[in-house]
């Protein structure tokens, strides 16, 4: 079955700087990749995510680039802010299936 | 919007009574739904997919006497964890996907279980 690798586990970065989330992936017949953020005791937020006819896709502050023969995909936030304090999950999952198989998930810690 | 509801957000049992969550989909039908379990500081980790009308389909290693599971109606999934131990304590999230071809998932706020 599908594995989903994330990098790095935990993550501090200083206010106004670029944060980097890598993930990779062991089934080439997945073909959507979400990006949660959960604080807390809280529910898992879609924040972006792409599908696999796509190289990259930008919403705001936040990217993410897909590099299927790599099988690897990576969340980019700029400009990050206190509020971008959380875990990041990454995810994948085979079209229609709708299940998905998530990454171990990273603690970014934005420091003012 | 997609929202997802469960209740009860917090409960706090004895060891081997049951508890029931319910996962219900507010503005749209959800013909499957997801049951995750989240332990402290560790990732999601699918428990078993709930189908509407059928048999839920459960992940390997997680016991199906003792998580049992129905979705009786497009908006509404239950878990019920079964003479539930210490080690059930956890995090459960439900999820549900408003259109199967699209595969986005929208989480409910997870139900806190603590076993004494």
């Known amino acids: 079955g599908e594995n989903v690798e994330q990098h790095p586990s935990t993550l501090s970065v200083q206010e106004g700087d670029s944060a980097v989330i890598k993930c990779t992936y062991s089934d080439s017949a997945s073909n959507y990749f979400p990006w949660y953020k959960q604080e807390l005791g809280k529910r898992p937020q879609l924040i972006i995510d792409i599908r696999s006819n796509v190289g990259e896709k930008k919403d705001q502050r936040i990217a993410v680039t897909l590099n299927k023969t790599a099988k690897h995909f990576s969340l980019h936030i700029t400009e990050t802010q206190p509020e971008d304090s959380a875990v990041y999950f990454c995810a994948a999952s085979k079209e229609g299936a709708q299940k998905l198989v998530f990454g171990q998930g990273t603690r970014l810690t934005i420091n003012p | 919007g997609a929202v997802v509801s469960q209740h009860p957000s917090r409960v706090i049992c004895k060891s081997g009574t049951s508890v029931k969550i319910e996962c219900r989909s507010l503005?749209?039908?959800?013909?499957?739904m997801f049951w995750y379990r989240q332990f402290p500081k560790q990732s999601l980790m699918l428990m078993a997919t709930?189908?509407?009308?059928?048999?839920?389909?459960?992940e390997q290693g997680v016991e199906k006497d003792k998580f049992l599971i129905n979705h009786a109606s497009l908006t509404l999934s239950t878990l019920t964890v079964t003479s539930a131990h210490p080690e059930d304590s956890s995090f459960y999230i439900c999820s549900g996907g408003r259109d199967y071809r699209t595969d986005t998932q929208y989480f409910g706020p997870g139900t806190r279980l603590t076993v004494l």
């Open positions: 709930s189908n509407e009308g059928s048999k839920a389909t459960y």
């Open positions: 503005d749209f039908q959800a013909t499957t």
